[in-house]
């Protein structure tokens, strides 16, 4: 599957040769905001993983609309709902099959 490559949205996952340049723009963002999470204060860190996807759905909404966003998010349901583990964070979660 291909990916139309967009230099406005890290949500986008490169499937051709250029996919390894992506996934480590994306894991650098990601450790960037695990470093920053650090100074949250310890009463306010149960809310970080709701906010973050808050913020991602909106983004999400906004730069890919309504019927990508669902089939991303259906997708990623099926991957969380039919794995053994969840996915590893240093990588692209694959998005590319969904189980019937």
Known sequence: M?????RRCLTRVMTDD???????QLQSVMHRIQSSLRD???AQREYIA???LNLAVTRMLKEEGKTLTASILLR?????ANSDSP???E???DL???NA
């Open 91 to 93: 990588r692209a979660v």
């Open 87 to 89: 996915p590893a964070p």
């Open 18 to 24: 250029d996919r390894g340049v992506e996934v480590a």
């Open 40 to 42: 949250v204060p310890i």
């Open 50 to 52: 709701n906010a973050l």
């Open 96 to 98: 590319n099959h969904i």
């Open 2 to 6: 291909n990916a139309v490559v967009s």
């Open 76 to 80: 990623l349901g099926d991957v969380v």
